[in-house]
């Protein structure tokens, strides 16, 4: 009798010693991904909060942007030991659509590698983004998307922006354009803009005009021009009045 005792005392001691063991895994792997994330600079105080069972990291809490979501995810991930990643993130909201949808225009404008010859178009409905357009470079998309995301109250993104064949004959025809309008007396000013307002987007000498100008009277000279330019086939004027 005194044999069987002794080895349930063991199956017990055993059974503590691995739950020991598990729970002391689970806070390393906790601490490592907070580590993680701190060295990020993921987190603004409210999340994300890391709790760990049985190799499932779970995320809570609020963060600033959807890129914090995102990469706080993709950290988590990154540890050997996680099983998996249970995502309860929220994100803080924009004080409007409106608001979110300048903030963004903004960071695009911002973008050095954005051009009068890219053009991205940005709509905002409940905090989901639908980014459309054409670039020049592939890498474009990619990183105006990923600085979109970090753009407060973004609550979703779906980057549609495209990228424009490489062609060299519609090469010179933006540069050829560009100058003819920005050379114009009535253009001169904007050319000395930070963020010039007429883009203009040519695929296989087709010209699209986008932006803003002043007047009816702008808008109808940037076509004149970009009609009687060389090599150009077709012009679709999308320019608004009110700069």
Known sequence: MKNTVWIVGLFFAGAVAT????????????????SKLEKAKIGDGVGPVVTV??????????VRSLWAKNAAIAAAMDIHEVDAVEDELTIAEGESDQKVAEAIANVIRGYPFF???DDVVIAVENGQV???????????????????????????????????PTNIGDQKIRANLAYRIYSNTM????????NPPIHIIVERGRVALTGAVRTEVEKRRAEHIARQTFGVFRVENRLTVGD
């Open 130 to 164: 639908n980014l459309d357009g054409r670039v020049t470079m592939p890498f474009k998309s990619s990183e105006i998307g990923k600085r979109v995301s970090k753009v407060m109250g973004v609550q979703g993104l779906n980057n549609a922006i495209s990228t424009l």
């Open 53 to 62: 069972k049985d190799g499932v990291v779970t995320l809570t809490g609020q």
């Open 19 to 34: 739950a020991s063991a598990n729970e002391l895994s689970d806070d390393a792997v906790r601490q490592a991904v907070e």
């Open 115 to 117: 051009t009068v010859y």
């Open 187 to 194: 253009f001169r000013e904007y050319a000395y803009r930070a």
